[in-house]
């Protein structure tokens, strides 16, 4: 029964999303709204979103494990990342597609049983490569174009917890959240 809040959810998708073992982010445009922020002595700022994090740590909770792959280097990133324990987290990758290919040797897993999410052309490749390629609302349109599903809310702005939400309801463990906060 497909949820409102996450649009076209055919039976493919639904399907992909059962499959999923590692849900794959990009950050910046992904898990952030995209614009860089430096503060006056030059340190970078970055603003994540409260719903997305609850959804990274949901996953996590189900078995489903979380990974970041990022081509930029950033103080913040790996501060938020280390809030919500994930422990796979790449920054600096030029080839996002080769970080995310050790990645499933390392957990013996196949590409079938990732979920990449992103949002520009550095994330085309492991797109391509992931059982569930998902692009955010404002992504590039030609990551759009390539993408098996796209999620109503823009990077950075609740995105990222929309793709949690799918591969927990295809996973048969959307209700069991709802009521665990009842």
């Known amino acids: 029964m497909p949820e409102t809040h996450l649009p076209n959810l055919t039976p493919d998708i639904l399907a992909r999303a059962a499959k999923?073992?590692?849900?794959?982010?990009?950050?910046?445009?992904?898990?952030?709204?995209?614009?860089?922020?430096?503060?006056?002595?030059?340190?970078e700022i970055k603003v994540f979103h409260v719903h997305d994090g609850l959804g990274l740590k949901r996953l996590q909770a189900h078995d489903v494990q979380v990974a970041l792959i990022t081509a930029r280097i950033?103080?913040?990133?790996?501060?938020?990342?280390?809030?919500?324990?994930?422990?796979?987290?790449?920054?600096?990758?030029?080839?996002?597609?080769?970080?995310?290919?050790?990645?499933?040797?390392?957990?013996?897993?196949?590409?079938?049983?990732?979920?990449?999410?992103?949002?520009?052309?550095?994330?085309?490749?492991?797109?391509?490569?992931?059982?569930?390629?998902?692009?955010?609302?404002?992504?590039?349109?030609?990551?759009?174009?390539?993408?098996h599903w796209q999620t109503r809310q823009r990077g950075g702005e609740g995105a990222a917890r929309e793709v949690c939400d799918l591969i927990l309801l295809a996973q048969g463990k959307g209700d069991a959240e709802r009521e665990r906060w009842q």
């Open 74 to 147: 950033s103080h913040p990133v790996a501060l938020r990342a280390e809030e919500l324990d994930i422990a796979h987290v790449y920054q600096g990758q030029v080839d996002k597609r080769a970080c995310l290919q050790e990645l499933l040797d390392a957990l013996h897993l196949q590409p079938e049983q990732v979920a990449f999410t992103g949002d520009d052309l550095p994330d085309l490749a492991p797109m391509r490569m992931a059982g569930l390629a998902v692009a955010v609302a404002n992504a590039h349109p030609w990551i759009a174009e390539q993408a």
């Open 20 to 43: 999923i073992r590692l849900a794959v982010f990009d950050v910046d445009g992904t898990l952030t709204d995209g614009r860089l922020w430096y503060a006056e002595d030059g340190h």
